[in-house]
């Protein structure tokens, strides 16, 4: 489908978003590469709806969500020129208009690029463990120890932030 040339007015915008599966679908859209076969994105919806994972889902929590997406909110959203939607294909992709939203999304988080945390923490550790060689820093035992914390630490940091990420935004729940 081609851009509805309809105007996005404020009232319309609030009506499209008061939907929170709209919401869901708007997010998921600016978040994850595109186009989107709707099976998938029902599914990524009704797994943030029930907060548990895709896997983990059962079959009519798939199919509700899929129902109303396909009856109700995707055209609604491809008529606003939000998102366009190919019924035969079932690819869903975002649409030009959709970047006029994103102010009223929230701000989108830059992911952290965590390989410089790690490399930053190795670099750190070397240059301990050179020093501990040298007699220049604390014990080595104490040492080896207070490296395999660091790292079980960050890894663990790393293994929440991507848990949190799995759920949906604050901004996108009732």
Do not use: C
Not at 116 to 135: D, E, H, I, R
């Amino acid at each position: 489908m081609e851009d509805n040339n309809t105007e996005l007015t404020r009232d319309r915008i609030f009506d499209i978003l008061s939907s929170p599966r709209r919401r869901y679908v708007l997010y998921f859209l600016r978040t994850e590469p595109n186009p989107i076969q709707l099976t998938e994105l029902a599914e990524h919806v009704a797994a943030w709806e029930n907060d548990t994972t895709v896997e983990e889902l059962s079959t009519q929590q798939r199919k509700r969500v899929y129902v109303s997406l396909y009856q109700t909110h995707l055209p609604k959203l491809a008529e606003a020129g939000l998102v366009e939607y190919d019924e035969e294909s079932g690819d869903v992709t975002t649409a030009s208009k959709a970047s006029e939203i994103d102010p009223l999304l929230g701000e989108q988080q830059s992911e952290p690029t965590w390989y410089f945390y790690y490399f930053g923490l190795a670099a750190l550790s070397t240059l301990l463990v050179v020093a501990s060689l040298a007699g220049l820093a604390v014990p080595q035992v104490a040492l080896v120890m207070g490296i395999i914390a660091a790292f079980v630490g960050l890894t663990i940091v790393h293994v929440v932030y991507e848990w949190r990420q799995q759920s949906a935004p604050a901004e996108f729940r009732e």
